[in-house]
């Protein structure tokens, strides 16, 4: 089973505190905006989501 990530552009401010936290790289930098580039490796642990404060990220069982 994996996880499907809804991530939502137009809230996300570029804090980067997503790419910090998640502990197997899935968000990287993109100019101002943060973007999920292994989503096959998301691990379903939601800290990206508790530590985004613009509720851009959604993860989701697939
Ligand atoms: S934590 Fe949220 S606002 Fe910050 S870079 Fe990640 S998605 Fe964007
Ligand atoms: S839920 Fe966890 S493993 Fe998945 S992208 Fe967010 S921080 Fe990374």
């Known amino acids: 089973?994996?996880?499907?990530?809804?991530f939502d552009a137009d809230k996300c401010v570029g804090c980067g505190q997503c790419v910090?936290?998640?502990p197997v790289s899935v968000w990287?930098?993109?100019g101002d905006k943060s973007n999920?580039?292994?989503?096959?490796e998301c691990l379903g642990c939601d800290s990206c989501t508790g530590v985004c404060e613009h509720d851009?990220?959604?993860?989701?069982?697939?």
């Not at 999920?36 to 096959?40: C, F, K, L, M």
């Not at 851009?56 to 697939?62: F, K, P």
């Open 28 to 30: 990287e930098m993109d």
């Open 1 to 6: 089973m994996g996880y499907k990530i809804t």
């Open 56 to 62: 851009a990220i959604t993860i989701e069982e697939d």
């Open 36 to 40: 999920p580039v292994n989503e096959e």
């Open 20 to 22: 910090d936290i998640c």
